[in-house]
């Protein structure tokens, strides 16, 4: 999950630009309701990557 951050990062900003600016186009709720999963998917991954680097330094300890 750690390799994905970046990529829920991109999709994250790019989806809430096109669909919180104020733009008004047929697919508007559905890129809102992609950008709600996508930084769900961001803060897993970031979370994931603390957790594990937790792990890593209690395990060399």
Do not use: W
């Amino acid at each position: 999950m750690k390799k994905y951050t970046f990529s829920f990062l991109i999709a994250t900003i790019t989806t809430a630009l096109l669909g919180f600016t104020g733009l008004e186009f047929p697919g508007d709720k559905i890129v809102r309701i992609l950008c709600l999963f996508a930084s769900i998917g961001l803060m897993i991954s970031c979370l994931d990557a603390v957790i594990i680097s937790r792990r890593q330094k209690r395990s060399k300890n």
